[in-house]
Nanobody, 131 residues
């Protein structure tokens, strides 16, 4: 079955960096839309970035553009989110998501910052940024 396992979260101070990883299994990695989301208490789940695993184009939400970078290691079937210049408002549970039903048409893109676009989700990894 499809499994997405996130890791790399932790506690950092303002201005610090973290790299999140998402190890994927159970589907054809080369043909899926994948994305990173976060969910902070009292807020809606927010789409951050997405990528079509069969290519190298990426899409970022305005809130993280220029600070976060989504990337992948195709051979390791692993998605990454490099987060720099972290702020306290970045504190949240971070999730990766995947949907192998999605073709490269539209992904990556703004439609895929919506969580309803993804079928499979990881368990999340906590990121806490202190001031």
């Amino acid at each position: 079955q499809v499994q997405l396992v996130e890791s790399g979260g932790g506690s950092v101070q303002t201005g610090g960096s973290l790299r999140l990883s998402c190890a994927a299994s159970g589907y054809t990695y080369s043909s899926a839309c994948m994305g990173w989301f976060r969910h902070a208490p009292g807020k809606e789940r927010e789409g951050l970035a997405n990528i079509y695993t069969g290519g190298d184009r990426t899409y970022y939400a305005d809130s993280v553009k220029g600070r976060f970078t989504i990337s992948q290691d195709y051979a390791k079937r692993t998605l990454y989110l490099q987060m720099n210049s972290l702020k306290p408002e970045d504190t949240a549970m971070y999730y990766c998501a995947a949907d192998p039903r999605v073709s490269s048409w539209g992904c990556p893109g703004p439609a895929f910052v919506s969580s309803v676009r993804f079928r499979y989700w990881g368990q999340g990894t906590q990121v806490t940024v202190s001031s």
